[in-house]
């Protein structure tokens, strides 16, 4: 009978990591569905602003392109990104080629946190040098719980090359993070509060400051 059960626990705690790796694969999604509509998720396309019918979307997996201002898409073989991450917010930078990329990873699971690929998220940046070909992680963000972290938005800068701002919801906490390096390194701008909020363009300019070549 105690082998029994000691067979019967190394089973559940077998199926319990493999429940786990299949979320930490995931990317924290939860996408278990071999189906994907990719135009449920259209809202989300980035425009270029440099070429108003140019746009990028990333769904269902993919990176996708378009030149027609989005009536027809064009997948491109991407590498470098998590495995089977189902979607994220897609921003094109004026400088040729640079896009950022933003998604909720899962937290891997540890002794003291064995269930927080399903409870907690690790917001993370990837970029783009290439028009979304490779991919490499730009910044991690502070890990939040599930269902109240999210990327509410992702923008790069209208006028200048190298720069772009997200915000970013932690329940009722929402921050502003700016980058004026390409995305290699993001710092807090601005925090909205009370009958404050805050204004991405002109925070960002002031943080800035003198010149734009300024690193954070």
């Excluded at 705690?13 to 930490?24: E, K, R």
């Excluded at 998604?103 to 970029?127: D, E, G, H, K, N």
């Excluded at 992702?154 to 200048?160: H, I």
Aim: proline content about 6%.
């Amino acid at each position: 009978m105690a082998y029994t059960t000691g067979a019967g626990r190394r089973v559940l705690l077998a199926a319990l990591a493999g429940l786990l790796l299949v979320c930490a694969a995931a990317g924290g999604a939860g996408w278990y569905a071999t189906r994907c509509d990719r135009d449920s998720y259209l809202k989300q396309a980035a425009t270029s602003w440099v070429n108003s019918r140019e746009k990028y979307l990333f769904a269902c997996g993919q990176v996708w392109h378009s030149l027609d201002a989005g009536q027809t898409w064009q997948p491109i073989a991407s590498s470098g990104l998590p495995l089977l991450a189902r979607d994220g917010r897609i921003a094109e930078d004026r400088a040729p080629g640079r896009l950022y990329l933003a998604m909720l990873l899962a937290v891997p699971s540890s002794l003291a946190c064995p269930l927080c690929p399903l409870t907690r998220v690790q917001p993370t940046i990837y970029l783009s040098a290439d028009g979304g070909r490779s991919w490499q992680m730009g910044q991690q963000f502070p890990e939040g719980p599930s269902g109240i972290t999210f990327f509410r938005s992702l923008s790069a800068d209208p006028d200048y090359e190298d720069a772009a701002w997200t915000v970013l919801v932690t329940g009722e906490r929402v921050v502003y993070w700016a980058s004026n390096n390409g995305g290699h390194g993001w710092i807090r701008s601005c925090e909205e509060q009370i009958e404050y909020f805050c204004d991405p363009p002109s925070d960002f300019l002031a943080m800035h400051g003198k010149t734009h070549g300024d690193n954070p």
